[in-house]
């Protein structure tokens, strides 16, 4: 497995935040989401398992079994953070497949680099709205709650659809939008009441546990991505949710 960083994209540093939780616009969301993810890497795994129950782990489960990755084929985990998603890739391509792993935050790729994940794995440090891969190149790419973080979510998908072999699959996993009136309720006390009491008795004071919630907010429904995905030129797109819209999977296929 290699790890390789690229020179740093520059950043400016993140504004103070206000008592009123805002998300930083433009580059300054891109630097201010590049250090908080460093900063809370070493027990972001656990703080997944502990707001979602373990379910996360079954939804990349489905993921990587939706990427439809064989052995052999080249896969690509863009905004792969710790590596479990790409952990699972790795596993499906074999060492005669490739499975790539990008992330700008350095702190979520230590992480990942401590995985046993094989020496088809690679690891890199890039900006997932500025693939560094050839055109075509991957038999699939996955995401994991990753897309809500791009500055630019069409360049995104439109860099996810450029690195795709024709016939290829993309698959996401994000929040969703929880629309049943008792339930949404519920949701919305639990993510943003209970989650981020969660996140800071894990790391006292780290207000990256009010982004979370509140980046889900601009962040488009299913059926919103489903078409911004069709836009870019995908087909058979489809989605499935799960805890009644918390959590959604989108799949869509580049036409072959």
């Known amino acids: 497995m290699r790890l390789l960083q690229p020179p740093q994209r520059p950043t400016t540093q993140p504004p103070n935040q206000p008592m009123a ?27 997944n ?14 993921v990587v079994r939706l990427a439809g990755v064989r052995a052999g084929d080249q896969a690509l985990d863009i905004c792969c953070g710790t590596g479990d998603i790409l ?11 490739q499975a790539v792993g990008l992330d700008f935050s350095a702190g979520m790729l230590q992480v990942a680099a401590s995985r046993n994940l094989g020496d088809q ?19 699939a790419v996955t995401v ?8 630019d979510l069409h360049q995104g998908l439109s860099e996810v659809y450029r690195v795709l072999k024709p016939g290829g699959r993309f698959v996401s996993l994000d929040l969703g939008k929880v629309t049943m009136p ?19 008795a894990l790391y006292p004071g780290e207000d990256m546990f009010d982004y979370f919630p509140h980046s889900s907010l601009s962040y488009p429904g299913p059926e919103a991505l489903k ?17 009644f819209g918390g959590s959604v999977i989108h799949l869509a296929l580049k036409p072959g």
């Open 49 to 62: 398992d502990l707001i979602t129950q373990g379910f996360h782990r079954l939804w990349k489960n489905e």
């Open 144 to 151: 994991g709650y990753g897309l809500r973080n791009l500055v």
């Open 182 to 200: 008792v339930v949404k309720q519920l949701f919305h006390f639990y993510f943003f009441t209970v989650v981020p009491l969660i996140g800071k």
């Open 227 to 243: 078409q911004m995905l069709e836009e870019v030129g995908f087909t058979q797109v489809s989605f499935k949710n799960y805890h």
């Open 21 to 47: 939780f805002e998300i930083p616009q433009a580059d300054k969301k891109y630097a201010y989401v590049q250090s908080k993810f460093t900063e809370i890497a070493q027990r972001y795994d656990l703080f």
């Open 87 to 97: 952990q699972r890739l790795a596993q499906a391509v074999g060492p005669q497949g």
């Open 121 to 139: 794995t690679q690891i890199l440090q890039g900006d997932a709205q500025a693939l560094p891969f050839h055109d075509g190149q991957f038999n």
